[in-house]
């Protein structure tokens, strides 16, 4: 167990709509990261946030958007979906924003837009 | 642009002998590598990161060996062992950019009995 949590597992939704994927980091980590893993593909990352901030950000779409709060959640949403979205979303924490520090990954939740 | 590649996307090996991982990268800026394992309906777990800095990092049954001039990186794994079996992904990072991680497609180890 990572101690990263993600909700839900799973996600099944139609085109056109509007999902919020939930990622609650390890106690004391205070940076989450989102990254998409397509089939077939590797991870991409999306977005980092770091206390609060947004830190770093990918080649994440515009229909994207993701916030962090102040007991350090975050939320990834993703709207006017399309079949292209579907994947696996994962969430990582780790203690701060630098490559060095081990990134702890949650089980993901996977998208399903039919 | 696949900024970091696996070319492998599967290995097959016998119990005990030794596992080669292999990783690309095409980003001269990348100075921290990392390599994760992932099992089925899990995520990505850390395993071993080296520095620019080095040509080797080893933990255990575990090494990671850096060839800058290259820019190939590989994970070796001796001996393997049957719980070794998953999907292993390396990563590559810009140290002083934060956390952003560029993550290969993954190669899929299989350690046979």
């Known amino acids: 167990d990572s101690g990263v949590t993600q909700t839900p597992k799973h996600l099944i939704t139609a085109t056109g709509q509007r999902v919020t994927l939930r990622c609650s980091p390890r106690s004391g980590d205070l940076s989450v990261y989102w990254y998409q893993q397509s089939l077939d593909q590797g991870l991409q990352f999306l977005i980092q946030y770091y206390n609060g901030e947004e830190r770093a950000k990918g080649n994440i779409l515009e229909r994207f958007s993701a916030q962090q709060f102040p007991d350090l959640h975050s939320e990834l949403n993703l709207s006017s979906l399309e079949l292209g979205d579907s994947a696996l979303y994962f969430c990582?924490?780790?203690?701060?924003?630098?490559?060095?520090?081990?990134?702890?990954f949650g089980a993901g939740t996977r998208l399903s837009v039919l | 642009d696949q900024q970091v590649k696996q070319n492998s996307p599967s290995l097959s090996v016998q119990e005990g002998r030794i596992s080669i991982l292999n990783c690309d990268y095409t980003n001269s800026m990348f100075d921290y590598f990392l390599w994760y394992k992932k099992y089925p309906a899990e995520g990505p777990t850390f395993l071993i990161s080296i520095s620019s800095i080095k040509d080797k990092n080893e933990d255990g049954r575990f090494t990671v060996f850096l060839n800058k001039s290259a820019k190939h990186l590989s994970l070796h794994i001796v001996p393997s062992q049957p719980g070794d079996s998953a999907v292993y992904f390396c990563?590559?990072?810009?140290?002083?950019?934060?956390?952003?991680?560029?993550f290969g497609q993954g190669t899929e180890l299989s350690v046979k009995p």
């Open positions: 990563a590559a990072a810009i140290y002083n950019q934060g956390g952003k991680l560029i």
């Open positions: 990582a924490s780790s203690v701060s924003a630098l490559a060095k520090n081990i990134q702890y």
